[in-house]
């Protein structure tokens, strides 16, 4: 980076409540030095109340772009110039470019999921996918699941079944995917379920730092050699529910291909460019092993 004393850098940043878990700023930084780009990523921890003057805030002081977390990114949209297609149909989002003066708004977790699950897309065609969990996260990869990758069946597994069912109401409507279905979340009932699934994806904040001995279900018999289980937590790199999975055979995916391929979609919304994924997932990993 030329030494222009911060004259012309460019700031991004991250706003939601809490903010201390997220490697966002860590991965956008990397990526900026590496790439020697002028810009720096900041975290904002803003409350609800303060969300609308937040936004009004990106406009007036020129921020070029945020990434919105917990628990803004379904609230955040009414505050919002303009949707992307996907993030409309979705009704999340966790990208805001600000486009002279502008605000809109980016779903970018639909590109992690595609990146996480491309490899699997034929195996995934027509089959039955358990997702557990109805939050922001559930909302995108439903979308993804039926937009992408075309399964036949979807069970939305969650605690709060009415959320569940909130959710599965939603993509009846808006996408005509009549399949799905809602079970609440007692993992005794749902070894058929899961036996029947070629895909189970935890959407759910279970397992999470600092939570890492909770998992969504325990009982190895959930799980074949045949299934492939994507967890969305990335902090612990292996979870509890990933590694009962793993024994039992299936093939595990962490959150981490996500979280830095959803990072690249917004890198590249903000900056033009591409982040360099190899070397910020090298470094993430290095910071996660210690
Ligand atoms: N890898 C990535 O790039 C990436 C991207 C986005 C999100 N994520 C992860 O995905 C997870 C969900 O995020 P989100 O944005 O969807 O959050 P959210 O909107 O707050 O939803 C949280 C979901 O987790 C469930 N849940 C939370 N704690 C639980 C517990 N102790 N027992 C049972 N269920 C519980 C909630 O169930 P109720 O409805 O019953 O409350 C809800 O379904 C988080 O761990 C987040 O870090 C990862």
Same mark, same amino acid.
């Given at each position: 980076?030329?030494?222009?004393?911060? *004259?012309?850098?460019?700031?991004?940043?991250?706003?939601?409540?809490?903010?201390?878990?997220?490697?966002?700023? =860590?991965? /956008?930084?990397?990526?900026?030095?590496?790439?020697?780009?002028?810009?720096?990523?900041?975290?904002?921890?803003?409350?609800?109340?303060?969300?609308?003057?937040?936004?009004?805030?990106?406009?007036?002081?020129?921020?070029?772009?945020?990434? *919105?977390? #917990?628990?803004?990114?379904?609230?955040?949209?009414?505050?919002?110039?303009?949707?992307?297609?996907? %993030? %409309?149909?979705?009704? %999340?989002?966790?990208? &805001?470019?600000?486009?002279?003066?502008?605000?809109?708004?980016?779903?970018?977790?639909?590109?992690?999921?595609?990146?996480?699950? /491309?490899?699997?897309?034929?195996?995934?065609?027509?089959?039955?996918?358990?997702?557990?969990?109805?939050?922001?996260?559930?909302?995108?990869?439903?979308?993804?699941? *039926?937009?992408? =990758?075309?399964? $036949?069946?979807? &069970?939305?597994?969650?605690?709060?079944?009415?959320?569940?069912?909130?959710?599965?109401?939603?993509? #009846?409507?808006?996408?005509?995917?009549?399949?799905?279905?809602?079970?609440?979340?007692?993992?005794?009932?749902?070894?058929? &379920?899961?036996?029947?699934?070629?895909? *189970?994806?935890?959407?759910?904040? #279970? $397992?999470?730092?600092?939570?890492?001995?909770?998992?969504?279900?325990?009982?190895?018999?959930? =799980?074949?050699?045949?299934?492939?289980?994507?967890?969305?937590?990335?902090?612990?790199?292996?979870?509890?529910?990933?590694?009962?999975?793993?024994?039992? $055979? %299936?093939?595990?995916?962490?959150?981490?291909?996500?979280?830095?391929?959803?990072?690249?979609?917004? =890198?590249?919304?903000?900056? $033009?460019?591409?982040?360099?994924?190899?070397?910020?997932?090298?470094?993430?990993?290095?910071?996660?092993?210690?």
């Amino acid at each position: 980076m030329k030494n222009s004393f911060y *004259i012309n850098t460019k700031l991004v940043g991250l706003i939601g409540h809490p903010i201390k878990h997220s490697y966002s700023p =860590f991965i /956008n930084n990397v990526a900026f030095q590496i790439k020697g780009l002028d810009y720096i990523y900041l975290p904002f921890d803003v409350v609800t109340d303060n969300l609308q003057s937040a936004l009004k805030g990106i406009v007036s002081l020129g921020i070029t772009g945020l990434n *919105i977390t #917990i628990p803004h990114k379904e609230k955040i949209i009414e505050y919002l110039d303009e949707l992307s297609e996907e %993030a %409309a149909m979705i009704g %999340a989002i966790n990208t &805001v470019v600000n486009e002279q003066g502008k605000l809109k708004g980016y779903n970018t977790d639909v590109n992690g999921i595609i990146e996480t699950l /491309n490899p699997f897309k034929n195996d995934i065609a027509g089959k039955c996918v358990s997702v557990l969990g109805a939050g922001g996260a559930a909302r995108a990869l439903v979308f993804t699941l *039926i937009r992408h =990758f075309k399964p $036949g069946e979807i &069970v939305i597994i969650n605690r709060t079944e009415q959320r569940g069912d909130t959710l599965a109401n939603y993509f #009846i409507e808006k996408m005509k995917f009549e399949n799905i279905k809602v079970k609440e979340l007692f993992p005794p009932d749902l070894v058929d &379920v899961f036996n029947s699934s070629k895909l *189970i994806v935890n959407a759910s904040a #279970i $397992g999470m730092y600092p939570a890492v001995d909770d998992s969504p279900t325990d009982i190895k018999e959930s =799980f074949t050699e045949d299934q492939i289980v994507f967890d969305m937590v990335y902090n612990p790199r292996e979870t509890k529910f990933l590694k009962v999975a793993s024994e039992a $055979g %299936a093939t595990a995916l962490s959150g981490l291909t996500m979280l830095v391929r959803q990072a690249a979609k917004a =890198f590249e919304l903000w900056t $033009g460019e591409e982040l360099p994924v190899q070397k910020v997932t090298r470094s993430l990993e290095l910071i996660l092993s210690k």
